[in-house]
């Protein structure tokens, strides 16, 4: 492993003290990658919060950065979504979908992703005495949700989740991520053009209805955003959250307490599992100077999220999960600035609604191995665990 790995890797639960040690001396690292644009980490809070707060100076796409078309990421290869858009197409994109995630629309969901997660939480039990709680609850709900809220027809669920399963299988690289991207677009497209014939209630439908002169490929760059953006992040946090809550009984009875208690413990662990460990990456426009140091133009920038929010000048024992603490309240789990998460309100949702309701329906649940034995994701944008076996 070299230092060009760290931002995609942790241990257990924490980024790897080489990433505190960065943050400490050598806050803006030029990393070691042998193709492509010269790439910097970003790993202090300040600094991480100056660079995605910027887009005049900092651009998401990075379909005109000649480097990488020197190792063969292209234009068409960009997926058109909101992640790797700037203004004025991102502003005009990002319009078209915030309607549908204000806490008005989002509301009419709740009842769905109760029902989602009771019908998961009936699976489990029936799998029971013991099962992995990855495979029956970390996995479906979140995928489900995001049938929901696109509108993806029930006869079209199969397919659609095997789908979503092939486009995150994908090693920590961040070029290679990028080449990834494509090639789930294909299948996307095809998805809108049958609910243009016959448009949904969901998120698709609504959009074709509202704006018929949207064509099937941007389209399909916004769904594939919605469903990378949507589907493993909430996994891991399902996943990794309820793994602290079963290590954790005052957390554990905290979260089956009132709303308030478990809303704060919540926005808590996303913050302490910072599970999206680097933001999009970013390209820089013109030479600049960031955090003291010197950056050009062409240049590419990763965000350490994980490593910010865990950034010492911010907050104490920032190692430790305390609910309620000021900083739960200005963590960049979502990212921060014009790009920060579209999909936060519903992530929010689904954990406030999931957590208590599997801890209600399973009071004795606990772990059926030791924490020793979980397999942690080794490198990866989107931290994880792979299996979290429990029995109840
Ligand atoms: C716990 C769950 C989630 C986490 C931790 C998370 C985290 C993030 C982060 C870190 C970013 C990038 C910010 C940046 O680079 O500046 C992002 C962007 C995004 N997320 Fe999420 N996300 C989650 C759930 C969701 C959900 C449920 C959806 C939609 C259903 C969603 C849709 C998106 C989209 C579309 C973007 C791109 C926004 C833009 O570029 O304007 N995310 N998310």
């Not at 959009?207 to 955003?225: C, F, K, N, S």
């Not at 965000?303 to 010492?312: K, V």
């Amino acid at each position: 492993m070299t230092e060009a790995t760290l931002p995609f890797q942790r241990t257990g639960f924490d980024p790897v003290a080489a990433i505190g040690e960065l943050r400490a001396e050598r806050p803006i690292v030029r990393l070691d990658v042998p193709i492509g644009p010269a790439t910097w980490l970003v790993t202090r809070y300040d600094d991480v919060r100056a660079v995605l707060g910027d887009t005049e100076r900092f651009s998401n796409d990075f379909s005109n950065v000649t480097e990488l078309a020197d190792v063969g990421i292209s234009v068409e290869m960009n997926p058109g979504g909101l992640g790797f858009t700037d203004p004025p197409d991102h502003t005009r994109l990002r319009r078209l979908l915030t309607p549908e995630f204000t806490m008005r629309r989002l509301k009419r969901l709740v009842p769905r992703i109760e029902a989602i997660v009771a019908e998961c939480l009936d699976d489990l039990e029936r799998r029971g005495p013991g099962a992995d709680l990855v495979e029956t609850f970390a996995v479906p709900i979140p995928a489900l949700v995001v049938c929901e809220l696109l509108g993806v027809k029930y006869a079209d669920r199969v397919d659609f989740l095997r789908q979503a399963e092939d486009r995150f299988d994908v090693s920590g690289d961040i070029l290679n991520s990028i080449g990834a991207i494509g090639q789930s677009l294909d299948y996307l497209e095809d998805l809108v053009a049958r609910e243009r014939r016959d448009p949904g209630d969901g998120l698709l439908g609504a959009l074709l209805r509202e704006h018929p002169e949207i064509d099937d490929r941007e389209l399909a760059g916004i769904a594939d955003g919605v469903l990378t953006g949507g589907h493993d992040t909430s996994t891991s946090m399902l996943a990794l959250g309820s793994l602290h809550l079963l290590m954790n009984p005052a957390d554990r009875d905290a979260m089956v307490g009132d709303d308030v208690r478990a809303g704060a413990l919540v926005e808590e662990l996303l913050r302490y599992m910072t599970v999206v460990q680097v933001a999009f990456p970013r390209f820089v426009r013109e030479d600049l100077t960031v955090g003291g140091q010197s950056l050009s133009k062409g240049d590419m920038v990763i965000c350490s999220l994980s490593s910010a929010n865990r950034d010492e000048h911010i907050g104490a024992d920032l190692g430790q999960v305390v609910a309620g603490r000021a900083t739960s309240s200005s963590h960049m789990a979502f990212g921060y600035g014009i790009h920060r998460c579209v999909g936060a309100e519903l992530a929010r949702m689904e954990l406030r609604i999931a957590y208590p309701a599997l801890l209600r329906r399973f009071p004795g649940l606990r772990m059926a191995v030791p924490f020793e034995d979980l397999r942690f994701r080794e490198l990866s944008i989107v931290y994880g665990v792979e299996r979290l076996p429990v029995e109840w």
